[in-house]
């Protein structure tokens, strides 16, 4: 079985380009999260998915990220225009349901924004 | 405001050593508490969880936890280190129903010298 893929594993632009980052979720897994960690803090939050409706999107930081999940399979997580501060990496996650509390996570995407 | 923290940014332990990562928590109600590890290159893996019961949890690799409610603590223990153990060890805590956002805390990375 394929575990949670994230593509590309690192992406390096410069402030005000768009940036667009990809989630392929273990399949049949209708839960999908994407966390951030920045400069080797916590991981964060970022939201939640159960299959294409996003349940929880507190933790997005601003309008200049965009998370999608068109048929509830992969999620793209789009960040335009990147800031300085957006550098850091991008986990993907999944479960099959919220009750057994594994998250099975990708290896994440590596943003820098110079 | 729950939170998790784990007070060692990095740890040194010689192969053969015992080891110990701290973990304290906040939280409001019954949490779920896990450990992840990440191995470089990889994504996050559970190593464990508590969700309820005995307090002592057994988890993957030899690792183990135990939970005292009282200090707020879930610290995780290996009697003895293996060189393959050099990663980031992230304790994280969750909603014990409903939804699901698991906050992280800021890791702590082993080394393991021979």
């Known amino acids: 079985e394929a575990g949670v893929t994230q593509f590309p594993s690192h992406s390096v632009i410069e402030k005000g380009q768009t940036v667009t980052l990809r989630c392929d979720p273990i399949s049949g897994h209708d839960n999908l999260y994407w966390y951030r960690r920045v400069m080797g803090k916590e991981i964060k939050f970022l939201l939640h998915f159960v299959k294409e409706s996003k349940q929880d999107e507190s933790g997005m930081p601003n309008n200049r990220f965009l998370a999608e999940r068109t048929g509830g399979t992969y999620s793209t997580l789009k960040v335009q225009p990147a800031e300085l501060e957006d550098s850091g990496v991008y986990f993907c996650a999944s479960s099959r349901d919220t009750q057994s509390g594994e998250l099975f996570f990708g290896e994440g995407s590596r943003l820098t924004v110079l | 405001a729950q939170s998790v923290t784990q007070p060692d940014i990095h740890i040194t332990v010689s192969e053969g050593a015992s080891l110990e990562l701290r973990c304290n928590y906040s939280?409001?109600?019954?949490?779920?508490l896990f450990w992840y590890v990440q191995s470089p290159g990889q994504g996050l893996q559970l190593l464990l969880k508590y969700f309820s019961g005995d307090t002592l949890v057994q988890g993957i690799k030899g690792f183990e936890a135990e939970f005292k409610r009282s200090q707020s603590s879930f610290n995780l223990r290996k009697p003895s280190v293996h060189w393959s153990d050099a990663a980031e060890y992230f304790c994280a805590v969750g909603p014990h129903t409903g939804g699901f956002k698991t906050i992280f805390g800021a890791g702590t990375r082993l080394f393991v010298k021979a």
């Open positions: 939280y409001g109600a019954t949490p779920y």
